[in-house]
Structure formats: C-alpha cells, structure tokens
C-alpha cells in the first residue's frame, strides 16, 4: 500500500491524479491533496490540505508538518510572461515545496518524485523542436533544480 501527495490538486491535471489514485482504496489508501482552495469533495481516502505554495518553505513546512507521502506528483505552475521569469518563479515554487518537505522530515518517506510537465521538458512551448525528442535531450531549468536539490 502507497501514499500519494498532490500539489495543486485543483488544477487539471492535479485533479485528475487525486482522482485516479482515490478511485485505488487498496493500492493508495491516503492521498493528500495540496491547493490553496478546496473546489469539490473527495472520496473518503483522500485528505485536503490547505496550502498556499507562494508562501516561502517555512510557511508550507507549517502547513504541512503532519504530511507523509512516498509518492509526490507535481503539477504546480504559474505561466509567466518571459521563459526566465517563468523558471525563476516555478523554480522558486518547486524549490520551497521540496524543502519544506526536508524541513518536516518528509522527504525521508518519498520513493519517488513525478513532475508532471507534459511536453515543456521538451522545450515544445519555446517553439518548433527536432521530430524525434529523447529523454537525453537537455531539460527544463526547474527539473536540473530538482535534482540539484535532492542531491
């Protein structure tokens, strides 16, 4: 049996995650829901929390102090103006979110991490791209910080 965290679990994808996973009781019997606001009702294994993921990594640790999950999906993002504005700010969302989860001694728990991204790893949304995209393809600023992070 899993646990699952989703951030920004009103967004669509994020919603869609809690979803899937609450469907699951046996496989995934906790699922914690992380967004500023709470827009629907969930199954009975999912818990909500309210969370503001602008606030620095201290604030988010206090709301989150009591979270535990080994399975994080990240689907946060903010769509800025410019390519660098964007990475600074989702960098920055990112980067508070995970160290929040070291400060409360969460990160200990997680086997993995999914930064759901879609085709931006890509760099699709910076225009056309080779026909043929591989994993080894240079990345997005925010997951080189992730692994900077955890490393």
């Known amino acids: 049996m899993s646990s699952a965290i989703s951030n920004r679990a009103t967004s669509i994808?994020?919603?869609?995650?809690?979803?899937?996973?609450?469907?699951?009781?046996?496989?995934?019997?906790?699922?914690?829901?992380?967004?500023r606001?709470?827009?629907?009702?969930?199954?009975?294994?999912?818990i909500h929390h309210h969370v503001d993921l602008q606030s620095s990594a201290s604030k988010i640790a206090s709301?989150?102090?009591?979270?535990r999950g080994e399975y994080i999906f990240v689907t946060a993002h903010l769509q800025m103006d410019s390519e660098q504005e964007d990475c600074d700010v989702n960098g920055e969302l990112l980067f508070n979110?995970?160290?929040?989860?070291i400060t409360t001694g969460a990160i200990g728990d997680v086997k993995r991490i999914i930064l759901v991204t879609g085709c931006k790893q890509h760099g699709v949304h910076l225009g056309a791209v080779k026909s043929?995209?591989?994993?080894?393809?240079?990345?997005?600023?925010m997951i080189r910080m992730v692994a900077q992070l955890l490393l």
């Open 13 to 35: 994808p994020g919603r869609e995650i809690v979803y899937q996973l609450s469907r699951s009781t046996q496989q995934w019997p906790t699922v914690h829901a992380i967004s």
């Open 37 to 46: 606001s709470r827009k629907e009702e969930y199954l009975e294994n999912v």
């Open 63 to 67: 709301d989150l102090h009591s979270v």
């Open 97 to 101: 979110f995970l160290s929040a989860l």
């Open 132 to 141: 043929r995209m591989l994993q080894s393809d240079p990345m997005a600023h």
